[in-house]
């Protein structure tokens, strides 16, 4: 059987999309994800009047969760390079980047791990006043693996990122903002109004002069593609270490994928998830 869409593609008008994310109960990204976002990016990248796309959330709670921990490791593990030749995870994300339309996360409830990495991966992120953000796999004795090192170290500065990552908390918008996680921060709902006229305003200016002026600013903040394989590869080799099982069957217990619980408050327990 064919997997359920994950990316709902609104064609607003040639030049301006409008993508939203759902899958399942607290939008966990799963192996289907990240196969229909490779797809998602080909699409992008081969409309030449694309000029802006903007992705949003079907669930008011959850942007995007964060990986599923039950996802097949074995699939994973298998999954071809993509056009980068690195692992289609760290490909999704670096191409994402570099797409000639500019892309816009519109950030309404939480976006953690790799929620957190896919925001990171747009060109510009505005939130709502309840959107929370977080990378917290320190927390549970993993590195980071979508490179958030690499993007936060550019975006907030080395201590910010530092505070961020190694403290594995959450941050709320209007903090996230103070930093320069995100762009700012909107009013809940004026959120959708605000970066829908903006996304507008962008679509009716020139592709050229758009797409080139985002290649300009790509150049001067470039990543190496070779930090994604790295952070990735740093993440393969942390996670799941018998020595930090306790820490996730804490949180499973605690109701960790589900809509309620700890998943509401994940930046709090994952610090008390060293208990036994």
């Not at 609104?10 to 289907?32: H, M, Q, R």
């Not at 490779?38 to 992008?44: F, N, P, S």
């Not at 994300?93 to 990495?117: D, F, H, M, N, Q």
Request: no cysteine; net charge negative.
């Amino acid at each position: 059987m064919p997997n359920t869409p994950q990316f709902h593609v609104n064609e607003i008008s040639p030049s301006y999309w409008k993508v939203t994310f759902a899958n399942g109960p607290i939008n966990l990204i799963d192996v289907d994800t990240i196969e229909q976002l490779a797809a998602l990016v080909d699409r992008i990248e081969q409309t030449p009047d694309l000029t802006v796309v903007v992705f949003d959330s079907d669930n008011p709670d959850f942007f995007m969760a964060h990986f599923d921990f039950l996802a097949d490791k074995a699939r994973i593990a298998a999954m071809r390079p993509g056009p980068t030749g690195l692992h289609p995870y760290s490909d999704n994300l670096i191409r994402l980047s570099k797409v000639p339309a500019v892309t816009i996360s519109a950030l309404k409830g939480r976006a953690r791990g790799a929620g957190s990495e896919f925001a990171l991966a747009t060109d510009i992120r505005f939130a709502g006043h309840r959107a929370i953000l977080g990378q917290f796999e320190v927390g549970i004795g993993t590195v980071p693996g979508g490179n958030p090192t690499g993007r936060l170290g550019r975006l907030v500065g080395r201590g910010r990122a530092m505070e961020i990552l190694l403290g594995a908390d959450d941050f709320p918008a209007r903090l996230a903002a103070e930093y320069g996680y995100v762009n700012r921060v909107l009013p809940e709902g004026e959120l959708d109004s605000f970066v829908d006229a903006f996304a507008r305003r962008i679509a009716g200016f020139d592709k050229v002069a758009v797409a080139g002026t985002k290649a300009l600013i790509n150049e001067s903040t470039r990543i190496p593609d070779e930090e994604f394989g790295s952070a990735l590869s740093a993440y393969f080799q942390t996670v799941g270490r018998p020595v930090n099982e306790h820490r996730v069957r804490r949180l499973f217990e605690a109701g960790l994928q589900k809509p309620d619980g700890v998943e509401l408050d994940l930046g709090k327990q994952v610090a008390e998830s060293d208990r036994n």
